[in-house]
């Protein structure tokens, strides 16, 4: 599937964006949709991470209490809003997907590691600062 990531930007620190992960001519019902940032000199870590159909979510602790992913099969798209940014969310983010099976979307909603997803979008830049 190919996914188009979009909505980056920026911001400043306390602020929020909403980035969007879409699939024109998909339909996503069945793949687990997810995030993962690099910033430069750093890893890459996985962020947030929706299942398919029952709403099971991951979240890095970095991020927990501030990031809400969601989904909108209707639309094919998946959204992570993210809030409260802090200078340190500052990094290129990048859609992911996998429609591995009920095994492989419970590995991805409760540790997301990169090896799972199968597609990979083009990253969007966050940056936040003042």
């Known amino acids: 599937v190919q996914l188009q990531a979009s909505g980056g930007g920026l911001v400043q620190p306390g602020g929020s964006l909403r980035l969007s992960c879409a699939a024109p001519?998909?339909?996503?019902?069945?793949?687990?949709i997810g995030w993962f940032r690099q910033a430069p000199g750093k890893e890459r870590e996985g962020v947030s991470c929706i299942s398919p159909s029952d709403g099971s979510t991951y979240y890095a602790d970095s991020v927990k209490g501030r990031f809400t992913i969601s989904r909108d099969n209707a639309k094919s798209t998946v959204y992570l809003h993210m809030n409260s940014l802090k200078p340190e969310d500052t990094a290129v983010y990048y859609c992911?997907?996998?429609?591995?099976?009920?095994?492989?979307?419970?590995?991805?909603?409760?540790?997301?590691?990169?090896?799972?997803?199968?597609?990979w979008g083009q990253g969007t830049q966050v940056t936040v600062s003042s």
């Open positions: 001519g998909f339909t996503l019902d069945y793949y687990a």
């Open positions: 992911v997907a996998t429609e591995g099976d009920r095994n492989i979307i419970r590995v991805v909603t409760t540790y997301m590691p990169a090896f799972a997803f199968e597609s």
